[in-house]
């Protein structure tokens, strides 16, 4: 089935890269370097933006300095500064990831936003491979829980001790926001945009930078991402829609979450 998918996949994008080129191959592609240059300046924004001592320095320039330390103590020193720090960060990954894309897209390339991973359907075949995903995904999950450096790090919210706890659901709330808008960046404005050119290759330039955005974090995680990267691209360029890589990204990042709350012995209500 799987071998299938992808010869059908690769086919049908060929096909469609070699009819575009062959139409446009005398002219640059005005809308090829737009997506480019677009998604290098959002990786960058959300990269510098989304650290709140980048943004109080760029304060400082601008203003009085205690305007500058009034923002760190924000951030840094106030009784909800995790969680502030977190949804600075979402503030920014949005920003890069859905708002300027959008932007882009209406304004500039003056496009139907559909046609960038909200134009096709789910099928009863497209959830089969979903399940399947999360039949592999989720024992890696729970088996990857056990590790130390995967419980330092997951939830980025580390301020709870024990659930219930509110802020930990707004984080979640606001953490399933950013796969949204990650999976509509990758997988919607950089897949779709670039497969008039690359066609099926397209999905594995857009497996290079999502990659890349995984550094830092635990290295199975970030090898998972390649492999992860690949799959989501296929599926998505079959079903024209990022649908099915928000439902995978948000059951495994809350597998991943509550895992790290049990194995810290976090989950207890009383």
Known sequence: MIQQLIADVYA???????????????????????????????????????????????????????????????????????????????????????????????????????????????????????????????????????????????PFYHETRQLPDIQLFIWEAEYMLQFFALEFFFRGFFLHGIKDRFGFYSVFVMTIPYCMIHFGKPFPETMAAIIAGIALGILSLKSKNIWLGFFIHCSVALTMDFCSLWQQGLLATS
């Not at 920003?95 to 496009?111: D, N, Q, S, W």
Request: aromatic share 14%; glycine share 6%.
């Open 12 to 154: 049908e994008s060929e096909k469609y890269a070699l009819s575009n080129l062959q139409n446009n191959s005398s002219t640059p592609s005005r809308k090829l370097m737009a997506i480019c240059i677009t998604v290098a300046f959002s990786l960058s924004l959300i990269h510098y933006g989304g650290n709140p001592s980048n943004i109080a320095t760029l304060i400082g320039y601008f203003s009085e300095p205690i305007n500058s330390a009034n923002y760190l103590q924000l951030f840094y020193h106030s009784p909800h500064a995790r969680l502030l720090q977190l949804s600075h960060w979402i503030f920014f990954t949005v920003l890069g990831y859905a708002i300027i894309p959008l932007l882009v897209i209406r304004f500039y390339l003056k496009e139907e936003i559909k046609a960038f991973g909200f134009s096709g359907s789910i099928t009863r075949k497209d959830l089969k491979i979903y399940g399947l995903m999360l039949v592999f995904m989720i024992p890696l999950v729970i088996g990857m829980s056990f590790t130390a450096s995967f419980q330092h790090k997951y």
